[in-house]
């Protein structure tokens, strides 16, 4: 039978392996990834001495592995906010173990109890347990569409808590609960190995959000510019066949507006190419705060960038294209909060609606002949292609 001393091992060997693992990650720029492999060095020293508590001094076997057990806990719960972007609330919880660690001392040195320090510490390991499931379940709204490694880290949370608070109560409604630690019943033995094995669930989940941040912001660089967030070209042609088949299944209307900024050129010649990419930023976050959450913006090359509006017709997308004309395209330069000076750019403006049975590509290109058209007319205007392009 596995005895308490194998339980805490095999955890302590779990914990090990798991910081092998998340040191393979730690340069994943993923805030919370470096508080998890402490979390796990720390449970790994506290399994370690409670598994060897018997031939220890007290002081470690109790006061220091306890600390180092509630200090992994809680850098796991610091792990957990930083994955959501939460404040890691540190002067709070170096309170709250400094609270614990006075607990633990006087329930050893003040009066003896095993039962009040199995107490103490189960009552903080069901209290992080519930913080950690709380922290994920308030961030639902920044899960990504893959959401099986936020579902398995708020479950585990949620069984840790559930485990803790039914040690606590079975430590007074059972009759043969243990009175030490290392009481050799199965039933002590099944709640030293649940409540051992935290560190290393709780590292699995935490991996698995790594895991799915990390394959986020891969997909996010790949579909969307460097510089200013908008869809990359490839994106962008893949959102525009589906919305087509989109507009066709349900008899919608589909246009899109292709905007070219007129003096770019200029502007990096006199002012630096520094002046140029915060001006194409600016113009991007402007456009992008006037538009729809349904509506497309993807940069299709230095200067040129891409407008999709589904269910739009084209007198809806003209006044779309004019108002942005207004309001962007005769704002004048402002000086930046770094003390330099935003140019912005004025810009011309080609506009399509799809016409029945039309490709992408042809769309695409009926909105380019039209904004060719208002650059010829004297640039920083809307021109509309109504007719499809006759091809010889």
Same mark, same amino acid.
């Given at each position: ?16 392996? *798991? ?6 990650? #730690?340069? $994943? ?12 060095? %720390? ?15 007290? &002081? ?12 992994? $806990? ?18 709070? %919880? ?13 329930? @050893? ?34 899960? $990504? ?17 559930? /485990?803790?608070? !039914? ?14 630690? @290392? ?24 991996? %698995?959000?790594? @895991? ?11 579909? @969307?510019? &460097? ?29 899109? *507006?292709? =905007?070219?900024?007129?003096? *770019? ?14 001006? =194409? ?14 509506? !497309? ?26 108002? %942005?004309?207004?309001?962007? /395209?005769?704002?004048?330069? #402002?000086? $930046? ?27 695409? #290109? ?6 060719? #058209? ?19």
């Amino acid at each position: 039978m596995l005895g308490t001393k194998g339980a805490f091992s095999i955890a302590a060997l779990l914990c090990f392996v *798991m910081i092998l693992v998340v040191y393979s990650v #730690k340069d $994943s720029r993923v805030p919370g990834v470096r508080t998890l492999l402490v979390a796990n060095l %720390l449970g790994l020293g506290a399994n370690f001495l409670y598994g060897f508590g018997r031939s220890l001094h007290p &002081f470690v076997a109790y006061e220091v592995a306890n600390t180092l057990y509630i200090a992994a $806990s809680l850098a796991t719960l610091v792990t957990f906010r930083r994955f959501f972007n939460r404040p890691p609330l540190t002067i709070f %919880l170096v309170c709250v173990l400094a609270i614990f660690l006075v607990l633990i001392s006087t329930f @050893h040195y003040g009066f003896n109890s095993y039962t009040a320090r199995l107490v103490t510490v189960s009552t903080y390991q069901a209290s992080i347990g519930l913080a950690i499931a709380i922290t994920i379940f308030n961030a639902r709204d920044t899960w $990504s569409s893959a959401k099986y490694p936020f579902i398995f880290s708020l479950s585990a949370a949620c069984v840790i808590f559930c /485990g803790h608070t !039914y040690r606590v109560a079975q430590q007074f409604l059972r009759s043969d609960a243990p009175r030490t630690l @290392h009481d050799a019943t199965e039933w002590n033995v099944l709640l030293i190995a649940v409540g051992a094995f935290t560190f290393p669930i709780l590292t699995l989940g935490g991996l %698995l959000i790594v @895991h799915r941040k990390m394959m986020s912001a891969a997909e996010y660089a790949a579909n @969307h510019d &460097f510089l200013t967030g908008a869809w990359s070209r490839r994106a962008f042609f893949e959102i525009g066949e589906r919305e087509l088949t989109l507009a066709d299944r349900k008899n919608r209307k589909l246009s899109v *507006m292709v =905007l070219d900024l007129d003096n *770019m050129k200029a502007i990096n010649d006199t002012f630096g190419h520094a002046s140029g990419d915060e001006a =194409l930023t600016c113009f991007v976050k402007n456009v992008t705060e006037r538009l729809r959450a349904s509506d !497309y913006l993807g940069r299709f090359g230095g200067d040129e960038f891409v407008v999709l509006m589904p269910e739009t017709d084209l007198p809806t997308a003209i006044s779309v294209a004019n108002r %942005l004309l207004c309001q962007i /395209g005769k704002s004048e330069d #402002k000086t $930046s909060q770094n003390g330099g000076t935003t140019r912005h750019p004025s810009f011309s403006v080609g506009v399509a609606c799809r016409l029945p049975r039309e490709s992408f590509q042809s769309l695409l #290109k009926r909105a380019d002949v039209a904004l060719y #058209k208002a650059k010829i007319e004297g640039r920083s205007q809307v021109v509309a292609s109504e007719e499809p392009l006759l091809i010889s």
